[in-house]
DNA sequence: TTTGTTTTGTTAAACGATTAAGCATATATT
DNA sequence: AATATATGCTTAATCGTTTAACAAAACAAA
């Protein structure tokens, strides 16, 4: 007997699945399968056969089951891609161009954060392979190579993003770092900046170890005599208050810089900050150069100049390659260079061309 | 026989399914699955039995297959984020915070950006649902009721932030638009501002109306005549340009206002990037106040007033209560206010106490 | 010796799909 | 008339799990 409560019961709607279609038609659920995926022609169902079914299956708004299907197909059209921090702006734009993407071709897309922590990549790889992921995209954190390596061993495509792991053969997505901090400080250098401070992240990572090898190599070529304290390495763990302290340093009076080149975007954004506080004047007091767009500069009193790394190609092209490798499984791993600019306002001193 | 090729073909490496698991140890699939359950008991597995098993089990390196489990059990400990667009800093620490907590509790989480867009919204929906997500949590886009509503009506677990549905029996977890507005506004009248304007988006969402409301009592509650010039909507999809003539017109002499409030954020960074460029000064020339916090805040010479939103909050009550949902199919619907705070600062011309 | 209780398993159905193979019947070809 | 081909639909295996139901042996109790 129904008592009284269970007519308040939330009754579950059951799903519609392709039994309760061949059940109402009076078919085999083979006949229906055959129909909604049109192969009509392979399983050789009647004309009239297909209307009603067709017919049938949209009365019921039956959509198919997707957790079934990649049971038995074995590929689940979902990839992971794991970053550093997807609030940081420049993951987030990144991971939003390769949500686009990969939805347009019927992907989904599962995001994580490892926080730079070598566990937490550890852990979000095992979930998502857990989860049967079709592949990869990561952007690894320092010391991750095995996690990669093991990924590649396991014949999982994988395409990494941003930080090239020179020790791991697995295809990558990166810009020439050294090279657009070479061209950023040696812009610097003509504009007649001697004293030129460096503040990047304290990693092994390659493209943080690149970007800080462009620092002192032009320095070197335009025979400048390098001062190690400079060179400001901050820890990514407590990165506002070594920034703080770096950028102290950087412009107390008995090293005083005239210009500082922040490695990131986050780096920037606290250093700036600091500057502001201590009152100076950009580029009048200090000249500044950035590595990577952000949003916020537009609220600085002095228009950036930053070397632009296009995170939508990024984002594209990095699906682009893993989707050719999940196609085709004998993909040559492949390194694809993504070529930044160095977008030149007045944070150097100079006014810019285009202003003239 | 053997080619040469195939020797250099990438062998996929098969996944170890319980099947292999039993047939190395000799026994049934299904003790096997017991076992590693740990189910012992109700399996009544023998204790060397077990053993074996999962030493075994250790050997091959098995991870059980999720997919298989969800269809089995029919959840799939997954949960669906639609936010507008993930790339925006404040959906961004709301999808962070959530991810955080959410994966804590074993569930994975899916992300989409609707881009206030009807289409791609109900689009997103669609596929979340046809992967069997367990629950959803959804900031709704304009004209969407309908698509929750339908939810709702299939009894699947949602809660919806940011911006409340009046017209829809849901769970909501959100901040009191009207109260936030209406203290951010008194506080610039407090400071002697009158001619205050506000930039808004053009919707018809609560949380907007809410804000707009917010402002026009508590001008009318000062006894301040309200023009209506004084509040510019903008589209959302042309925000760049609209706010940028917003701007203009609001600082044109005629009706130059004394104060600018920005309903959300993005319009906030929009706004003050052109203040820069008009070359206005805040507080001297205009006074500011913000709604919801950026880091970009950071950069503007002078540190902003605004209405911070707890973000972090905000994921952690709404996926506790979709976990709740989730686990417990008669909960209620429950609106659940967060509660905001005014960070005064100096953009509205005065000096925070905490700094006198 | 027979019956009951534990202990230690196994079998088989189910979740919702896909798809090769089989089986009638009708029509075409020789 | 005998054989081949086409048409229309069903059966059953499979993907990797879970779990209720059954079975067989060992041991204890009557």
Not at 193 to 207: C, E, P, R, S, V
Not at 225 to 234: G, N
Not at 312 to 324: D, I, K, P, R, V
């Amino acid at each position: 007997m129904r008592s009284v409560s269970d007519l308040f019961k939330p009754t579950v709607k059951k799903k519609v699945s392709l039994k309760d279609i061949a059940n109402k038609v009076g078919v085999s659920i083979a006949l229906v399968s055959y129909t909604l995926n049109n192969k009509e022609k392979e399983g050789r169902v009647g004309k009239e056969m297909a209307k009603k079914i067709r017919q049938v299956a949209k009365e019921l708004q039956y959509r198919p089951n997707h957790i079934a299907k990649s049971l038995k197909s074995g590929n689940t059209q979902t990839i992971g891609v794991i970053v550093a921090d997807i609030s940081n702006p420049f993951f987030a734009h990144i991971a939003r161009a390769i949500e686009d993407v990969a939805n347009s071709k019927g992907y989904t897309v599962i995001f994580g954060s490892s926080d730079e922590n070598i566990e937490k990549s550890s852990d979000l790889i095992k979930v998502l392979q857990d989860r049967q992921v079709d592949g990869f995209i990561i952007a690894p954190s320092e010391g991750t190579e095995a996690q990669i390596q093991s990924l590649v061993d396991s014949n999982i495509p994988v395409v990494i993003i941003d930080r090239p792991l020179p020790a791991v053969p697995v295809s990558a997505v990166v810009t020439d770092n050294y090279q657009a901090v070479y061209g950023a400080i040696q812009h610097l250098i003509d504009l007649g900046n001697k004293k030129i401070g460096m503040l990047a992240i304290d990693t092994q990572l390659n493209h943080m170890k690149e970007r800080m090898r462009g620092y002192e190599e032009v320095l070197k070529n335009n025979g400048i005599a390098y001062d190690e304290k400079w060179l400001k390495k901050v820890k990514y763990e407590t990165i506002k208050e070594d920034v703080n302290a770096a950028i102290e340093e950087l412009s107390r009076s008995n090293i005083a810089v005239d210009a500082i080149m922040f490695a990131t975007n986050t780096l920037a954004i606290n250093g700036l900050r600091k500057i502001n506080q201590l009152n100076l004047k950009v580029p009048d007091d200090l000249r500044i150069i950035c590595f990577d767009e952000s949003e916020a500069f537009g609220l600085f009193y002095c228009p950036m100049t930053y070397v632009r790394q296009p995170v939508q190609e990024f984002g594209h092209t990095a699906f682009s390659m893993l989707f050719e490798q999940i196609e085709n499984d004998d993909t040559q791993m492949k390194e694809q260079m993504i070529k930044s600019e160095l977008v030149v306002h007045r944070s150097c001193g100079a006014v810019p061309k285009a202003e003239i």
